[in-house]
């Protein structure tokens, strides 16, 4: 069989194959701002307790764990089944589970290295909290020598994964920042280039990827997912991690939520920020 013949495989079996139990993360709690970059740096996420709630307090907060090293933090943004500005996907709203994905993708490359969540008042029937490992992820994936030509491509193949309107972005799903961090995505919009000389392998690449995403969120039990509530926050590492929520029943769940561009992050995008998508139009 010919890698071409390979790669147009359904794949179902190879995924029955790979240990997705990797790929789901425990967070960690801590209850100082002081040491919640350190374990995020490691770990990918942490949750801090004992905070303010409130729009202002969350971006204190964003400022205080990043210090010097923050390069933008903009205003807070109101999260209830989604941000403010931003586009919400179809078909989603308190009813439904949100399919793990990356933030900030409305600003495409330049997207925020990590984001802060904080709780004001949680749902007490539903909405807890999925934090897949994306790192763990590629590696139980090249761990499979079917999905070999999956995560070659994931590094190599350019695709468009520009938001309608929003900043260009046509790049490799799996990059490498000037700092040496992996930046990985999973968005809504991730398509074949329009002069894509093989847009038939790179869409079953983007199907599969998000598959094996989904499969893995599918190995996460219900106990295994936290929940946030008020008065935690939690930092996310955006390259590295895939987050989603349950549904949940109380329509005044309320979240604030920061994005950071860190000293390590690829680029600060030019223009005015705002936790949301609302200046993210093509300059």
């Known amino acids: 069989m010919t890698e071409g013949d390979d790669h147009r495989n359904d794949h179902r079996s190879d ?62 943004a109101m999260v209830r089944e989604g941000g403010e500005m931003d586009r919400r996907p179809d078909g989603l709203d308190h009813t439904t589970r949100s399919k793990p994905h990356t933030d900030g993708y409305s600003y495409g490359d330049e997207c925020p290295d990590y984001f802060l969540l904080s709780c004001e008042y949680q749902s007490e029937a539903g909405g807890e909290s999925l934090m897949l490992d994306g790192y763990a992820l590629l590696e139980a994936l090249a761990g499979h020598p079917g999905l070999a030509w999956l995560t070659e491509g994931l590094s190599t193949r350019v695709i468009d994964q520009t938001e309608p309107g929003k900043r260009l972005s046509h790049s490799t799903i799996v990059q490498t920042t000037p700092s040496g961090r992996r930046m990985l995505r999973r968005t809504a919009d991730q398509v074949p280039l329009i002069d894509s000389d093989d847009p038939e392998r790179d869409a079953e690449m983007i199907r599969l990827w998000k598959m094996a995403i989904d499969r893995a969120a599918d190995a996460v039990e219900p106990s295994e997912r936290p929940k946030l509530r008020a008065g935690e926050a939690v930092l996310v590492d955006n390259y590295r991690m895939f987050h989603g929520r349950e549904a949940y029943a109380d329509l005044e769940r309320l979240m604030w939520r920061v994005w950071i561009w860190s000293d390590e992050a690829k680029g600060v995008p030019e223009g005015m920020l705002h936790s949301d998508s609302r200046f993210a139009a093509q300059l």
């Open 15 to 76: 995924f029955d194959e790979v240990d997705f139990s990797r790929v789901n993360r425990d967070i960690r709690r801590v209850d100082d701002a002081a040491s919640a970059l350190e374990v995020a740096a490691v770990e990918g996420v942490v949750i801090i307790t004992g905070v303010e709630p409130g729009p202002r307090a969350a971006r204190r907060l964003a400022w205080r764990i990043f210090g010097d090293r923050a390069l933008a933090v903009p205003e807070s």
